[in-house]
């Protein structure tokens, strides 16, 4: 499956025809980035910083399921692009540990209670049943497939954030900016291929809605988790009341480092729009030309 493209692109990035989705080797080096990236800005580095604590281990997930799932698909192009995205979330799960063994270590942050909570989420409770018939074992690996095509909603809505942030603006750390910023345009440039996998399976809107209905408050949830263990473990924002926090988070807002979570929950009625497609959210053609100019994406090419 190639991704395709957009018939018009706010940002003046020239259409860049068919995509074919696959991963890029990248690397970075944290040694010189500043727990607080965005000068000015400690609760929203924090903020986005979290992130990290959370993506590995549900990036793993997806490809554990994609593999699972890879057998059972005989359309060729859904096939190319299934394989381009396991191979992209694999590597956004290695960066994202990266980040959790030196950078937030090496600040002091000690992330193994968090990453403990996410391991028994993804490792245990979203696991494949074992000892199901075959039957039963198909129709849970389709209700998992549904629930990261549900999750790939907000990822793409995040990655769209990233490619139009304000992080530049405010002079925040140049790797930090590219690690976030290279995994939000593949997370743009593969949005749609969960859905299609799932729709591939049974384009079924009662599991569409019943997916995106678990995943909406469990996301929000942990990322609310992840908020809180990441100021508290920062010796600097773990001083602020919540009084505080609150306005942090709206300047953050206001000055276009962070997204306005609201907005963010909003766009969820999007996707119980019947003929909803995930290629609505964001540019390819954006996405691509980051990608193409992106230091640790060009290093690895």
């Known amino acids: 499956m190639h991704v395709p493209s957009d018939s018009t692109d706010p940002t003046g ?43 590995p281990e549900g990036e793993r997930w997806f490809v554990q399921t994609f593999n699972e799932a890879l057998p059972l698909i005989r359309d060729e192009e859904l096939l190319a692009a299934m394989r381009g995205f396991i191979g992209q979330e694999a ?26 909570q996410m391991e028994w989420l993804f490792r245990k409770l ?15 690996l389709i209700e998992r497939l549904w629930l990261i095509a549900a999750l790939e909603h907000y990822t793409a809505l ?3 954030f990233a490619l139009n942030s304000a992080w ?8 930090m900016v590219d690690l976030y910023t290279w995994h939000g345009a593949e997370e ?24 995106m209905l678990v995943v909406l408050p469990t996301l929000f949830a942990v990322l609310l988790r992840g908020y809180r263990f990441m100021q508290h473990s920062d010796p600097v924002t773990r ?37 909803f497609h995930p290629d609505e959210i964001g540019s390819t053609a954006q996405a691509v030309a980051y990608l193409a100019s992106s230091p640790a994406a060009r290093n690895a090419s």
């Open 13 to 55: 990035s020239a259409d860049p025809g068919p995509v074919e989705i696959h991963a890029r080797n990248v690397a970075f080096d944290w040694t010189r980035s500043p727990l607080h990236w965005i000068p000015g800005f400690p609760v929203a580095s924090n903020f986005v910083s979290a992130f990290n604590l959370m993506l």
């Open 91 to 116: 590597m956004h799960a290695e960066a994202h540990d990266h980040v959790i063994w030196e950078f937030l270590d090496q600040h002091g942050i000690d992330p193994r209670p968090f990453v403990a």
């Open 126 to 140: 979203l696991a494949p049943k074992a000892g199901t018939e075959p039957a039963a074992a198909q129709k849970d």
């Open 158 to 160: 995040l990655g769209d």
């Open 168 to 175: 530049v603006e405010h002079a925040a750390d140049p790797t």
């Open 188 to 211: 743009v440039e593969h949005r749609a291929v969960a859905h299609d996998v799932a729709v591939y399976f049974g384009d079924s809107y009662i599991r569409r809605g019943r997916a």
């Open 239 to 275: 001083e602020y009341g919540f009084v505080r926090r609150q306005i942090e988070y709206r300047r953050a807002v206001r000055a276009g480092v962070l997204p306005r979570l609201s907005r963010i929950a909003l766009a969820t009625f999007s996707y119980f729009r019947p003929g």
